[in-house]
C-alpha cells in the first residue's frame, strides 16, 4: 500500500526558517508528482505547488511563488516544503499529495504554528 | 487564474436522501475536474476525477457530471459519513491548479 508520511507539527517564531518534509513509502515511486496544499485555520484548501521528484521539475501557484521553496530528494523519496522567514499568516495545515490526474494518495498534513 | 465557485455553501439534507452540490469554473477547464471529501481533522480524499470518474474504493452512489464550466457531484442515498466538506479542483491550466470554496454537507 502507498503512503506518504509527513513530518510532524512544527510551533516557530515569525522570522524563523522551517523545512517540512513529505516521505514516500510502499510502492509509490519517484514518477509522480507531488503536490503541497495549504489549509489555514478553518479555511478550505489552497495550492501551493507541484514537483516532480525523478528530475525536481518544480511549479508554483502565482500565490505562492517566492513565498516557499518546494524541493525533493529521490534518493529518499521525500518531498520538501520550505520557508525562509516565517509569518504569523502562515500559520496553517499543510499537505502533500500524489498527483495522477487527481491528488489519489494525501499525507496526514504537517500543523505549522507561527507565533511570537 | 480560473476561479471555481461552489454553491450552495453549506446543503442541509437527512439521511437517505439525495444530495447535489454544483461547482462552476469561470472559464472552460474541459473534463479536467475532480472532487474531494474532507472529514473534520482529516486530510481530503479523492472522490471523482475527470469530472466522471469515479476515485478507487469510491461507492457508486457518489457520481459526478459536467463539462466545460458547469459540474455536479450528486450523492444518492446520503450516509452518516458522507456528512462533511466537499471540494472541486479544476486541472486544466497547468499548473495552476485551483480549488472550490468548499461546501458543507450537514445533517438535517
Known amino acids: 500500500e502507498v503512503h506518504l508520511v509527513q513530518s510532524g507539527a512544527e510551533v516557530k517564531k515569525p522570522g524563523e526558517s522551517l523545512k517540512i518534509s513529505c516521505k514516500g513509502s510502499?510502492?509509490?515511486?519517484?514518477?509522480?508528482?507531488i503536490g503541497w496544499v495549504r489549509q489555514m485555520p478553518g479555511k478550505g484548501l489552497e495550492w501551493m505547488g507541484i514537483?516532480?521528484?525523478?528530475?525536481?521539475?518544480?511549479r508554483y501557484s502565482p500565490s505562492f511563488q517566492g513565498q516557499v521553496t518546494i524541493s525533493a530528494d529521490k534518493s529518499i523519496n521525500t518531498a520538501y516544503l520550505q520557508w525562509s522567514s516565517l509569518k504569523a499568516s502562515d500559520t496553517a495545515i499543510y499537505y502533500c499529495?500524489?498527483?495522477?490526474?487527481?491528488?489519489?494518495?494525501w499525507g496526514k498534513g504537517t500543523t505549522v504554528t507561527v507565533s511570537s | 487564474e480560473i476561479v471555481m465557485t461552489q454553491s450552495p455553501v453549506t446543503l442541509s439534507v437527512s439521511p437517505g436522501e439525495r444530495a447535489t452540490l454544483s461547482c462552476r469554473a469561470s472559464?472552460?477547464?474541459?473534463?479536467?475536474l475532480a472532487w474531494y471529501q474532507q472529514q473534520p481533522g482529516q486530510a481530503p480524499r479523492l472522490l471523482i476525477y475527470?469530472?466522471?470518474t469515479r476515485a478507487t474504493g469510491v461507492p457508486a452512489r457518489f457520481s459526478g457530471s459536467g463539462s466545460g464550466t458547469e459540474f455536479t457531484l450528486t450523492i444518492s442515498s446520503l450516509q452518516s459519513e458522507d456528512f462533511a466538506v466537499y471540494y472541486c479542483?479544476?486541472?486544466?491550466?497547468?499548473?495552476?491548479?485551483?480549488f472550490g470554496q468548499g461546501a458543507k454537507l450537514e445533517i438535517k
Open positions: 514537483i516532480y521528484p525523478a528530475d525536481s521539475d518544480t
Open positions: 479542483q479544476q486541472y486544466n491550466n497547468w499548473p495552476q491548479y485551483t
Open positions: 475527470g469530472a466522471s
Open positions: 472559464q472552460s477547464v474541459s473534463s479536467n
Open positions: 510502499g510502492n509509490i515511486s519517484t514518477s509522480y508528482w
Open positions: 499529495a500524489r498527483w495522477t490526474g487527481g491528488m489519489d494518495v
